[in-house]
């Protein structure tokens, strides 16, 4: 089962355990206050009340826990993994409540006192992580689910092998409709001889997923409403594959979905709160990273020399499909596309220095493109921009592929926290049935998410090449 949060649709024990973590945060500061000053506790909220600290102290937590991917349903981290995420996550929460503690007068609290809360729900997180999965049964959250359809558009679905898109259901099985053809594996065929109703009742299904290959032949109005009145939601499959998989999946895309669909907010407020997010954090951003920025230009001068050229202006297609020119710290040897000829990024591509090694694994190349945000060619969050001759070929052998120009390019997105470096036909595919989830269901909230999760992919070196 999934809720819809930030734009995305998030597993809905993911969500809980979410609630759960802040909350424990939340009481472990509270706690570790009282245990730290007993009696003397009315002497410290007499600079004010202790609950306000305490909650900062807990959102600083979950949001360095989601900027480490561990509310992701993508996560594959082993013990050992999580354990390093925990503990990053909580070195960065503690930096930035120490730094609001002292920024907010009546907030101040004891360093000793904001160390051992730290500690404590550090390890707290952990145990509970370690223990959701020993004690708590995800079956429980699951939807139960019921495809009425057996042809090539319900296959998808029994298709589906990524274990971060099956989290949210639990299939029951397949009704086949009358004349269609079976392209499912036929135990999974459930034959409801009672009518459909009388069958979801005796199954316990929470939802109908249409899937017909052909709906105006056999459509099943009657069933199918019966069931909608009597509690069970009734879905079309690109919605549910929509809501499972966080894509537009192309293969059984319907153009008239999206034209009837909700989503695709392009009004004045979201375009001031797009500027204003734009704004902020490629100025923040500018800050926090000069120090990199400056280290990155001596490094590239002292490999190839202090005539050698720091920043890479590169022709990519933007809103619009016009183009304009990106920047990027130059990875690459001067003469690495001297014969005109663009070429996708390999691994271990040759042409590629041994500091542009390192600047492209931590991805600290692509901070120039700060400039291009603050100019108006792109924003902090969007689709990736390409080059010409890519999108040419892209556009005219995928369909739908110049949509992704409707919004601007991004320096992060969905797609870059979904799927790995892109470097092929195929990848392209995959890469722009997340860029159209984002497209359709964008908003401040959904960007700041993927922004704050960014961070997990810059520091796990995430798809880099």
Request: aromatic share 8%; hydrophobic share 45%.
């Amino acid at each position: 089962m999934r809720v819809r949060v930030f734009g995305q649709q998030i597993d809905i024990s993911m969500a809980a355990l979410a609630v759960i973590e802040t909350s424990m945060c939340f009481v472990v500061l509270l706690a570790v206050s009282r245990l730290r000053f007993g009696v003397d506790l009315p002497t410290l909220e007499r600079a004010g009340p202790l609950w306000p600290r305490a909650l900062l102290f807990s959102m600083a937590m979950a949001t360095c826990l989601l900027a480490l991917g561990l509310y992701s349903a993508r996560q594959r981290a082993r013990r050992g993994g999580v354990l390093l995420r925990v503990l990053i996550a909580a070195a960065v929460g503690i930096a930035i409540t120490a730094v609001c503690f002292d920024l907010i007068r009546n907030l101040r609290i004891e360093r000793d006192v904001l160390m051992l809360a730290t500690m404590s729900a550090a390890a707290v997180v952990y145990l509970l992580r370690l223990s959701v999965g020993r004690f708590i049964d995800a079956a429980h959250f699951k939807r139960r689910v019921l495809v009425y359809g057996t042809g090539e558009r319900a296959a998808v679905i029994s298709q589906l092998r990524r274990r971060a898109d099956q989290r949210g259901f639990s299939l029951i099985g397949f009704v086949q409709p009358e004349g269609e053809s079976l392209s499912v594996p036929e135990v999974r065929v459930r034959r409801p001889g009672s009518g459909l109703l009388k069958f979801c009742r005796g199954s316990r299904v929470d939802e109908v997923v249409l899937a017909m290959d052909d709906r105006r032949r056999a459509f099943p109005v009657r069933e199918l409403l019966e069931c909608r009145l009597a509690g069970i939601d009734v879905t079309d499959l690109l919605t549910f594959l929509e809501r499972e998989t966080g894509r537009v999946r192309l293969d059984v895309f319907n153009p008239s979905w999206l034209i009837f669909g909700k989503g695709f907010r392009r009004g004045s407020l979201r375009a001031f709160t797009c500027s204003l997010l734009d704004v902020t954090a490629s100025v923040g951003l500018l800050a926090l990273a000069l120090p990199v920025i400056l280290a990155t230009i001596v490094a590239i001068k002292l490999e190839d020399g202090w005539r050698a050229p720091v920043f890479y202006r590169q022709e990519r297609v933007g809103l619009g499909g016009c183009t304009f020119n990106l920047l990027k710290f130059r990875s690459m040897g001067i003469d690495a596309e001297a014969d005109g000829e663009a070429r996708w990024a390999a691994q271990h591509d040759p042409r590629v220095t041994r500091v542009g090694a390192v600047i492209r694994k931590l991805r600290v190349d692509e901070l120039p493109q700060i400039i291009n945000v603050l100019r108006g060619d792109m924003c902090v969050v969007g689709p990736r921009p390409e080059r010409p001759r890519f999108v040419e070929e892209l556009t005219n052998a995928i369909p739908y592929y110049a949509y992704r120009h409707c919004v601007k390019p991004g320096i992060t997105g969905w797609a870059q926290l979904c799927y790995a470096y892109g470097s092929s036909e195929q990848d392209a595919v995959e890469k722009l049935q997340y860029d159209l989830y984002y497209i359709k269901n964008s908003g401040l909230l959904f960007d700041l998410s993927i922004l704050v999760q960014t961070a997990e992919v810059v520091l796990f070196s995430k798809g880099a090449r």
